[in-house]
Nanobody
Framework: QVQLVESGGGSVQAGGSLRLSCAASGRTFSDYGMGWFRQAPGKEREFVASIGGSGGITYYAPSVKGRFTISRDNAAENLVYLQMNSLKPDDTAIYYC???????????????WGQGTQVTVSS
């Protein structure tokens, strides 16, 4: 069992930055691929970024590539981060952290999910 807790969401103006964090506990953190997904009101949950267990592999949705960066700290903190720069109003959503056997772009591949953190970007 893996427990995931997101933090770092908030409100920001377009062009601003936020860094989301996800704290993981319960199992060997480096065994898991980690992903970030988001869901806007009235829309389906969509892939944002993912990272392999060692941090050597990353994937990004085209809509965020070049603006968002996913990273992880396996050494001591068991954290995964999502650095979000040049934010746009379309980035407004609840952001969810997830853990699964490997890094993929599909939500169905992930076994564990956090409660989510709200990100609101105003124009």
């Amino acid at each position: 069992q893996v427990q995931l807790v997101e933090s770092g969401g908030g409100s920001v103006q377009a062009g601003g930055s936020l860094r989301l964090s996800c704290a993981a506990s319960g199992r060997t953190f480096s065994d898991y691929g980690m992903g970030w997904f988001r869901q806007a009101p009235g829309k389906e949950r969509e892939f944002v970024a993912s990272i392999g267990g060692s941090g050597g592999i990353t994937y990004y949705a085209p809509s965020v590539k070049g603006r968002f960066t996913i990273s992880r700290d396996n050494a001591a903190e068991n954290l995964v981060y999502l650095q979000m720069n040049s934010l746009k109003p379309d980035d407004t959503a609840i952001y969810y952290c997830s853990a699964g056997p490997r890094a993929t772009t599909k939500a169905t591949d992930y076994d564990y999910w956090g409660q989510g953190t709200q990100v609101t970007v105003s124009s």
